[in-house]
């Protein structure tokens, strides 16, 4: 089993920066793939970023919206993963969840374990 737990939402006006982390215990954060997810008010969960178990830019990928003003970390040694959010737009607003993954994915049926949420509202 892995714990999951997102911190760092809240409200920002648009334009501005938030940074989100998703903590992991349990079973070896290293050993997984790790993805942000969102889900707005009546739409379906949308894959936004994912990042290889090794970290790194070269093994990341991200929703087209967002390239270029979110960026996708992971620091092992702390078991954590990070979303910077810049430029945010109210088209943003949503709940973002963590999750992880056996393998680098897209798609949210192949992530095993996923947190709580983190309420992120952007107003314009």
């Known amino acids: 089993q892995v714990q999951l737990a997102e911190s760092g939402g809240g409200l920002v006006q648009a334009g501005g920066s938030l940074r989100l982390s998703c903590a992991a215990s349990g079973r070896t954060f290293s050993n997984y793939a790790m993805g942000w997810f969102r889900q707005a008010p009546g739409k379906d969960r949308e894959f936004v970023a994912a990042?290889?178990?090794?970290?790194?830019?070269?093994?990341?990928y991200y929703l087209d919206s967002v390239k270029g003003r979110f960026t996708i970390s992971r620091d092992n040694a702390k078991s954590t993963m990070y979303l910077q959010m810049n430029n945010l737009k109210a088209e943003d607003t949503a709940v973002y969840y963590c999750?992880?993954?056996?393998?680098?994915?897209?798609?949210?049926?192949?992530?095993?374990?996923w947190g709580q949420g983190t309420q992120v509202t952007v107003s314009s």
């Open positions: 999750a992880a993954c056996p393998g680098l994915s897209t798609r949210p049926e192949e992530y095993d374990y």
């Open positions: 990042i290889s178990r090794r970290g790194g830019s070269t093994y990341t």
